[in-house]
Nanobody, 125 residues
Framework: QVRLVESGGGLVQTGGSLRLSCAAS????????MGWFRQAPGKEREFVAA??????TYTDSRKGRFTISRDNAKNTLYLRMNSLKPEDTAVYYC????????????????????WGQGTQVTVSS
């Protein structure tokens, strides 16, 4: 069982930056594939970025402004978001998969076993 708690969301102006964090419980964090997804009102949850147990990162091609990273010593996942735009407004979720995932499975929300409660990011114009 893994418990995930996101933080770092908030209100930011267009062009600003935020760093989201996701604190994970459990002793096997380093073995999990971790991902960030987001969901805007009225839209489906969409893939943002993911990082495998060995540090390989995958980022949606339309989100090159975002950087995912992990600190296994701190059991924490991060998402650095730069040059934010109003269309980035959404609830951002972190997720964990107990299995190794590659493209394209790593981009599918259904392949993740655990989810956080989400953190709201609002970008004002």
């Amino acid at each position: 069982q893994v418990r995930l708690v996101e933080s770092g969301g908030g209100l930011v102006q267009t062009g600003g930056s935020l760093r989201l964090s996701c604190a994970a419980s459990g002793r096997t964090f380093s073995a999990y594939t971790m991902g960030w997804f987001r969901q805007a009102p009225g839209k489906e949850r969409e893939f943002v970025a993911a990082i495998s147990w060995d540090g390989t990162t995958y980022t949606d091609s339309r989100k090159g402004r975002f950087t995912i990273s992990r600190d296994n010593a701190k059991n924490t996942l991060y998402l650095r978001m730069n040059s934010l735009k109003p269309e980035d407004t959404a609830v951002y979720y972190c997720a964990a998969s107990g299995g190794a995932l590659n493209i394209p499975r790593i981009q599918a929300a259904g392949n993740y076993d655990y989810w956080g409660q989400g953190t709201q990011v609002t970008v004002s114009s």
